[in-house]
């Protein structure tokens, strides 16, 4: 078990982070008052509760009110930010399940639907104490490390109340972009680390450039730029988990620099990319 602690007392921030080396899933706890997270996604399945406060959130183009009591659930790459509308704050606790971890899981147990990223949950925010009870026991057995047997029974429990939450599929093309627009996500993700510009764009898809970032944010509910910054900070903690440097992530995913790589880490993730390499790796900053 490796972990991460940050604090902030001039903003009433902190965290405090863990990950279990054996299955790749982390655990995080924190608290903020005000700001505390620009709008990012994840490769993983992310399963929490609020603890204490308001907690605040965009989420699928929604704006989501969680309070103590109440399970949050937010799929992969699901779009999402936070902040607290409240004085005092909130705290919450969170599960990021590896979408890898999450198919053998489901295989293993014979839950259908929740083998791939296209699974997506039917709320965001759900009142269902049994379910918040299960995400809690989860939760505890990864940050406090008790041991595998706890993890692996409190996990299993967890997986088969989140299969009764999941939408069925969406049918095909129903949630199809635009040819021309699916063409620029395509090269985004063909070329993540390239200096792309929106005249090339253009010239690729012979819509206007204002045209084209209102058809992109309709389709995909962010700027090309700003999606392109996600799949740069999505694969950036890949990488990092993998032990690679922040210098050498900065320059493999497309970040000018190895300050321009944390600049837009802190604002996603609140830790710097050095500190969430030494928590995947335990190796120094």
């Given at each position: 078990m490796t972990n991460a602690t940050v604090r902030d007392n001039r903003h009433?921030?902190?965290l405090v982070a863990r990950r279990d080396a054996e299955t790749g899933i982390e655990g995080l706890?924190?608290?903020f008052g005000g700001h505390a997270y620009d709008p990012h996604d994840h490769d993983d399945m992310l399963i929490g509760y609020t603890e204490q406060g308001v907690q605040r959130f965009q989420c699928h183009r929604s704006l989501h009110t969680s309070v103590p009591g109440r399970a949050i659930l937010i799929e992969p790459g699901a779009l999402h930010d936070g902040h607290a509308p409240e004085p005092g704050g909130f705290t919450y606790a969170m599960l990021y399940l590896p979408q890898p971890?999450?198919?053998?899981?489901a295989r293993r147990l014979d839950l259908a639907g929740l083998g791939?990223?296209?699974?997506a949950f039917g709320s965001t925010l759900v009142d269902d104490p049994g379910l918040v009870h299960a995400i809690r026991q989860a939760f505890l057995a990864i940050y406090?490390?008790?041991g595998r047997l706890a993890r692996?029974?409190?996990l299993d429990r967890l997986l088969a109340r989140l299969g009764g939450q999941l939408l069925d599929?969406?049918?095909a093309g129903s949630l199809a972009a635009p040819p021309a627009v699916a063409r620029v996500r395509d090269l985004l993700h063909e070329h993540m680390s390239a200096n792309i510009g929106l005249d090339e764009l253009v010239e690729m898809t012979g819509i206007d450039r204002f045209r084209l970032t209102r058809l992109f944010q309709r389709a995909f509910g962010t700027s090309p730029h700003a999606y392109l910054v996600r799949l740069r900070l999505r694969a950036a903690r890949r990488l990092l988990a993998a032990g690679h440097t922040p210098a050498q992530v900065a320059a493999e995913v497309g970040f000018a620099d190895q300050s321009h790589l944390g600049r837009w880490?802190?604002?996603?993730?609140?830790?710097?990319?050095?500190?969430y390499r030494r928590m995947c790796t335990n190796a120094p900053e």
């Open positions: 009433d921030h902190w706890r924190a608290h971890w999450v198919e053998r899981a791939g990223v296209e699974s406090g490390n008790e692996d029974q409190a599929a969406p049918t880490f802190r604002r996603a993730y609140r830790m710097t990319p050095a500190t």
